[in-house]
């Protein structure tokens, strides 16, 4: 991890008309199924010639996320070309991230470290991924649907310019199509307009806005396809990074200011993940929750931000049993950390952002089986989010106030640990009743939801790899959500449809957390049977939130992969860093 959270790639922007002559290693354009070579007259006519034989011979169709790479056989100052497919036009923003991010790894993969990148026109909305039933929660709040906004409803719908959100069906009724804007939307619910890291598009003209976006969206993409895994054998190379990206636009569409702006947050966004990628990865021996609380302390001085760093002595005196109890079998105690960020004095809301800091999770008493128990270096993911938001924040600066909470401990077995049948006292002052070590993540997370109340938090979002029950729902492909406000979820929701990365909504009916009560406690951990456990451990969440709007991210299968799949790498993905720094700023709607 760089020290200074930054990327090596330097990011720059160009009019398009040189874009054939551009000094680097190879030349890159984006090209839909069906296109007609000819289309890029610019380029010499062997090599649209031999695009299009590829395209004829079925070796390169143009499809989404396919990428060919030609020589340019001296005819260019860049020695190679690159084409990137788009797949059937219209091509929208996660397919256009998706190309560049296949872009870049080819690039890397052949040593081409510097790319002049000609964007691609035409707009590239975002839209809900396929199969997907967003209509219900966005309707909510008036988004995809019909119905106006609720007062006190979130507005988080973004600014002028934005594409319309594309309704799926429910129960076979399609929703209609709406656009809210921001201010209409805060007006509406009452409200003071929603924090913008990046201005709206405004008065621009649409080709412009267009750009913006297609810039942020490419920038974004070569810099997460930029990401190589951490390795540590004695004859490893040095992680290879894309040196440099030149990005031409057409001459109409120039706007320095608009564009910079994009590139800045496109560059925020994917520096955040890929942070957040590589301190999931990082081995359970290599970040203890001592180290976990020092690295949130760098970032801090790094941006100017307020933390504070409880240790175990502290846990115990400021009565947050439930932290100190699952630290208590390891060797390495528990921290609780929180950082401070007040973007806009003049309110009163206060965001809490709460994230789980397992370091690493045998399973306590309660232990896992040993095949796969390694992903478990993973299980701090919501924290690594959190911390990677961090730079999103310290470098956007949007207008809200933040307290972001982490819980660290580590859970092993040993003599002295927490053991099935314990009662345990909360910071709350609720008692737990543990029957079971392994659901470990939600005790943790109750005393940072209380933390996060005292310190302030009007409002609640708790991020965890809380539990394996997830994968059962939804594979690795998505990540699951509860909450007790749906207004406020479809605002979370319309963020993960900007950034690309899917939410699926899970029930949270009282009748969940009558399954969680105790004889013997307020409330147990885990319910006598094994059913609908991902929503169980939301709801055991829920039981201290003191009834404020509140929203449960369980990244149990989204948070770690065992292989490359789209835009996300093996091993640590950084899942949901780039949806809450799409509802925090904004950055990525308001190009």
Same mark, same amino acid.
């Given at each position: 991890?760089?020290?200074?959270?930054?990327?090596?790639?330097?990011?720059?922007?160009?009019?398009?008309?040189?874009?054939?002559? +551009?000094?680097?290693?190879?030349?890159?354009?984006?090209?839909?199924?069906?296109?007609?070579?000819?289309?890029?007259?610019?380029?010499?006519? !062997?090599?649209?010639?031999?695009?299009?034989?590829?395209?004829?011979?079925?070796?390169?169709?143009?499809?989404?996320?396919?990428?060919?790479?030609?020589?340019?056989?001296?005819?260019?100052?860049?020695?190679?070309?690159?084409?990137?497919?788009?797949?059937?036009?219209? *091509?929208?923003?996660?397919?256009?991230?998706?190309?560049?991010?296949?872009?870049?790894?080819?690039?890397?993969?052949?040593?081409?470290?510097?790319?002049?990148?000609?964007?691609? !026109?035409?707009?590239?909305?975002?839209?809900?991924?396929?199969?997907?039933?967003?209509?219900?929660?966005?309707?909510?709040?008036?988004?995809?649907?019909?119905?106006?906004?609720?007062?006190?409803?979130?507005?988080?719908?973004?600014?002028?310019?934005?594409?319309?959100?594309?309704?799926?069906?429910?129960?076979?009724?399609?929703?209609?199509?709406?656009?809210?804007?921001?201010?209409?939307?805060?007006?509406?619910?009452?409200?003071?307009?929603?924090?913008?890291?990046?201005?709206?598009?405004?008065?621009?003209?649409?080709?412009?806005?267009?750009?913006?976006?297609?810039?942020?969206?490419?920038? @974004?993409?070569?810099?997460?396809?930029?990401?190589?895994?951490?390795?540590?054998?004695?004859?490893?190379?040095?992680?290879?990074?894309?040196?440099?990206?030149?990005?031409?636009?057409?001459?109409?569409?120039?706007?320095? !200011?608009?564009?910079?702006?994009?590139? +800045?947050?496109?560059?925020?966004?994917?520096? *955040?993940?890929?942070?957040?990628?590589?301190?999931?990865?990082?081995?359970?021996?290599?970040?203890?929750?001592?180290?976990?609380?020092? @690295?949130?302390?760098?970032?801090?001085?790094?941006?100017?931000?307020?933390?504070?760093?409880?240790?175990?002595?502290?846990?115990?005196?400021?009565?947050?049993?439930?932290?100190?109890?699952?630290?208590?079998?390891?060797?390495?105690?528990?921290?609780?950390?929180?950082?401070?960020?007040?973007?806009?004095?003049?309110?009163?809301?206060?965001?809490?952002?709460?994230?789980?800091?397992?370091?690493?999770?045998?399973?306590?008493?309660?232990?896992?089986?040993?095949?796969?128990?390694?992903?478990?270096?993973?299980?701090?993911?919501?924290?690594?989010?959190?911390?990677?938001?961090?730079?999103?924040?310290?470098?956007?600066?949007?207008?809200?106030?933040?307290?972001?909470?982490?819980?660290?401990?580590?859970?092993?077995?040993?003599?002295?640990?927490?053991?099935?049948?314990?009662?345990?006292?909360?910071?709350?002052?609720?008692?737990?009743?543990?029957?079971?070590?392994?659901?470990?993540?939600?005790?943790?997370?109750?005393?940072?939801?209380?933390?996060?109340?005292?310190?302030?938090?009007?409002?609640?979002?708790?991020?965890?790899?809380?539990?394996?029950?997830?994968?059962?729902?939804?594979?690795?492909?998505?990540?699951? +959500?509860?909450?007790?406000?749906?207004?406020?979820? +479809?605002?979370?929701?319309?963020?993960?449809?900007?950034?690309?990365?899917?939410?699926?909504?899970?029930?949270?009916?009282?009748?969940?957390?009558?399954?969680?009560?105790?004889?013997?406690?307020?409330?147990?951990?885990?319910?006598?049977?094994?059913?609908?456990?991902?929503?169980?451990?939301?709801?055991?969440?829920?039981?201290?939130? !003191?009834?404020?709007?509140?929203?449960?991210?369980?990244?149990?299968?989204?948070?770690?992969?065992?292989?490359?799949?789209?835009?996300?790498?093996?091993?640590?993905?950084?899942?949901?860093?780039?949806?809450?720094?799409?509802?925090?700023?904004?950055?990525?709607?308001?190009?």
């Amino acid at each position: 991890m760089r020290a200074d959270y930054t990327t090596n790639t330097k990011l720059s922007i160009t009019e398009s008309g040189g874009w054939v002559s +551009a000094d680097a290693d190879a030349l890159l354009f984006f090209t839909a199924e069906g296109e007609d070579p000819g289309s890029l007259p610019d380029l010499p006519a !062997e090599l649209r010639t031999e695009l299009d034989r590829l395209k004829r011979a079925g070796r390169f169709k143009g499809g989404a996320g396919e990428v060919t790479v030609l020589p340019a056989y001296g005819r260019l100052a860049a020695p190679y070309v690159i084409a990137a497919g788009l797949g059937a036009a219209p *091509a929208g923003r996660d397919t256009l991230r998706l190309a560049a991010v296949q872009a870049a790894r080819e690039a890397q993969r052949l040593g081409l470290g510097r790319l002049a990148v000609l964007l691609p !026109e035409g707009a590239f909305p975002a839209e809900p991924p396929r199969g997907g039933t967003y209509a219900a929660p966005l309707a909510a709040q008036g988004v995809g649907g019909a119905g106006a906004v609720p007062a006190g409803a979130e507005a988080q719908v973004k600014a002028a310019g934005s594409a319309p959100v594309k309704a799926a069906s429910v129960d076979g009724v399609q929703a209609e199509p709406q656009v809210v804007r921001a201010a209409d939307a805060s007006a509406a619910a009452g409200e003071s307009a929603p924090p913008q890291a990046v201005s709206a598009a405004g008065a621009r003209p649409a080709g412009a806005a267009s750009s913006a976006s297609a810039v942020f969206t490419v920038a @974004e993409g070569l810099l997460l396809g930029a990401y190589r895994i951490a390795t540590y054998a004695r004859e490893a190379k040095p992680r290879q990074e894309l040196a440099a990206a030149q990005l031409f636009v057409q001459r109409d569409a120039l706007n320095g !200011e608009a564009l910079q702006a994009a590139v +800045a947050a496109a560059e925020a966004y994917a520096v *955040a993940t890929n942070y957040a990628r590589d301190l999931t990865n990082l081995p359970g021996n290599l970040l203890l929750p001592s180290d976990l609380a020092e @690295e949130a302390e760098k970032l801090a001085g790094q941006f100017g931000i307020a933390c504070e760093v409880l240790d175990e002595q502290a846990i115990v005196e400021r009565g947050m049993g439930a932290l100190a109890a699952v630290g208590l079998g390891s060797a390495n105690p528990p921290r609780m950390i929180t950082l401070s960020y007040d973007g806009d004095p003049s309110s009163g809301e206060v965001l809490g952002l709460v994230g789980k800091g397992v370091t690493f999770d045998t399973g306590g008493i309660s232990i896992k089986p040993a095949g796969g128990m390694e992903e478990m270096i993973s299980d701090m993911g919501g924290a690594a989010v959190l911390l990677g938001l961090l730079i999103v924040v310290g470098r956007l600066k949007p207008r809200i106030n933040l307290r972001i909470v982490i819980p660290a401990a580590e859970n092993m077995p040993s003599g002295t640990a927490m053991r099935p049948g314990d009662i345990v006292t909360t910071l709350s002052g609720r008692t737990v009743e543990v029957l079971n070590t392994d659901a470990e993540g939600r005790l943790i997370l109750a005393d940072g939801v209380t933390y996060a109340i005292e310190k302030g938090a009007t409002r609640l979002i708790d991020i965890a790899t809380l539990t394996g029950a997830v994968l059962v729902s939804f594979a690795d492909v998505a990540t699951s +959500a509860q909450t007790n406000d749906d207004a406020f979820l +479809a605002s979370v929701l319309q963020a993960s449809i900007q950034a690309g990365e899917k939410v699926w909504q899970l029930p949270n009916f009282p009748e969940y957390r009558e399954m969680l009560r105790s004889s013997v406690a307020d409330i147990k951990n885990s319910a006598a049977h094994k059913w609908a456990g991902a929503i169980m451990g939301g709801s055991f969440i829920e039981a201290f939130t !003191e009834g404020k709007p509140w929203i449960h991210l369980d990244t149990g299968g989204t948070a770690w992969l065992w292989g490359d799949r789209g835009i996300d790498p093996k091993g640590g993905t950084g899942a949901m860093v780039r949806t809450l720094a799409e509802y925090i700023c904004g950055a990525g709607d308001g190009v």
